[in-house]
């Protein structure tokens, strides 16, 4: 079955530096993407980034970066220049065996981006 | 444009209480997905319709019932509401029906449940 797992709860950051979100996955699926989404304390989820199992290149956009190591089962996210309105909670995601993209999430990390 | 509807925002209940969460996108999209959300949990997902006029069941089904009305339509509902069911529920679509590429998720607002 698959499963995310996201250690940090929390973490912090200073305004303008750069942060990692550690997400590793567990999936018996010979392809697979990973996606990682964030939710500001508004409440609404909102779609980052995107990595397929079988891209060459980690994925990047914008300030959002993913640190794709698949031999470790890792999709980690790099936020490049903190600003303020990153801090929300980040979550991690993969999809569930069976097609139809049903995604499995992990419990997510809080992100607190300080001035 | 409007995206993923939920209504309604906010519902407190009594348990035992019966009620049906509406969901509505305006996308053109296959499938669409009931997901709860707990504290210091993911997102579960409870029912799915991966196309028109079909529904299965997600990680968490047991105390609710879909209904896939249209294609753009796609209902949750609480029969007998307990109050293991206080949540943070979102609806979510995408256009594909097949795992493939990135098939984004779209996700309403949400609607805050609370079972007392």
Request: charged share 15%; proline share 3%; net charge positive.
């Amino acid at each position: 079955a698959q499963k995310i797992t996201q250690t940090q709860p929390g973490m912090f950051v200073q305004e303008k530096e750069a942060v990692t979100l550690d997400c590793t996955y567990d999936t018996s699926d010979p392809s697979y993407g990973l996606f990682w989404y964030k939710q500001p304390s508004s409440g609404e989820m909102i779609f980052l980034i995107y990595q397929g199992s079988y891209d060459q290149q980690n994925a990047t956009e914008g300030r959002y970066s993913l640190n794709f190591q698949k031999a470790r089962k890792s999709a980690n996210l790099v936020i490049s220049a903190s600003q303020l309105g990153d801090s929300a909670m980040y979550f991690c995601a993969t999809r569930l065996s069976g097609g139809y993209n049903k995604l499995i999430f992990g419990a997510g990390t809080r992100l607190a981006v300080h001035p | 444009n409007a995206g993923v509807t939920q209504t309604p925002k906010f519902q407190v209940l009594k348990t035992g209480q019966s009620m049906t969460l509406q969901c509505a996108q305006d996308m053109n999209h296959n499938s669409m997905y009931w997901y709860r959300q707990d504290p210091g949990m993911g997102l579960r997902l409870i029912y799915y319709s991966a196309s028109e006029g079909t529904t299965d069941k997600g990680e968490v089904p047991n105390g609710y019932n879909v209904s896939r009305l249209n294609k753009r339509e796609f209902s949750l509902r609480l029969e007998s509401a307990a109050p293991s069911q206080t949540s943070v529920y979102f609806c979510a679509s995408t256009q594909g029906d097949r795992g493939s590429g990135a098939n984004v998720l779209t996700f309403g607002a949400g609607s805050r449940l609370t079972v007392l």
